[in-house]
């Protein structure tokens, strides 16, 4: 069974700090995805990630994809409240995706 | 542009109740998929379809069934509802699944409690 561990679990932060969530696994992936959801809703793909040491920007968000194609993280500077929410990232497999169990991110003002 | 409908949002159901959670789609994408979400556990697969009249089961397929006689519709079946069923349940969609780029859409969910 493929695995994709995602560290820390929780994080609290005040408003303008920066964080780093990571996402890790034994298994090679042909590419990493990262998702946000809020309470309610479904997740919403953020970005895909495909070649190893691939990096992609989204405004404050910066998504790595590691060398090997096992692990990716996402580094958010200056979070701000409206980036509070469950962060997945999942990884593509023979056509399926494996989630992550998941970040959940509190910024606080 | 509705993409994926979930019905319905929330169900109560004793155990050994049976339900049909409903998915529809108006993207016209081959690939759909049955996700639950649990706390603290990220979403795991439970059926998946690559098209109509072809469906597969995913990581957790026990309990439940799942059919596909249409490109928009994939219901899921609860039989003889379970205390373990508790959870929420997601349907998504691709439109390929092999090219990496194709990022699944997700619906709202159905939170279902069994009790």
């Known amino acids: 069974t493929q695995l994709l561990e995602q560290s820390p679990q929780f994080l609290s932060i005040q408003e303008g700090e920066n964080l780093t969530v990571y996402c890790n696994s034994s298994s090679v992936f042909s590419s990493l995805q990262w998702y946000r959801q809020e309470p309610g809703e479904g997740p919403v793909l953020l970005v895909t990630v495909v070649t190893g040491g691939e990096v992609k920007k989204l405004k404050r968000l910066t998504f790595q994809f590691g060398d090997a194609r096992k692990d990716s993280s996402l580094h958010i500077t200056a979070a701000q409240p409206g980036d509070t929410g469950l962060y997945l990232c999942?990884?593509?497999?023979?056509?399926?995706?494996?989630f992550g169990q998941g970040t959940t991110l509190q910024v606080k003002p | 542009n509705a993409g994926v409908t979930q019905t319905p949002k929330f169900r109560i159901l004793k155990i050994g109740q049976s339900m049909t959670l409903q998915c529809t789609q108006d993207m016209n994408h081959n690939y759909m998929y049955w996700y639950r979400q649990d706390p603290g556990m990220g979403l795991k697969l439970i059926y998946y379809?690559?098209?109509?009249?072809?469906?597969d089961k995913g990581e957790v397929p026990n309990g439940y069934n799942v059919s596909r006689s249409t490109t928009e519709d994939f219901p899921l079946r609860l039989e003889l509802a379970a205390p373990s069923q508790t959870s929420v349940y997601f349907c998504a969609t691709s439109w390929g699944a092999r090219t990496a780029n194709y990022g699944y859409t997700f619906g709202s969910g159905t939170r279902l409690t069994v009790v």
């Open positions: 379809s690559v098209g109509a009249g072809i469906t």
């Open positions: 999942a990884g593509l497999n023979t056509g399926k995706l494996i």
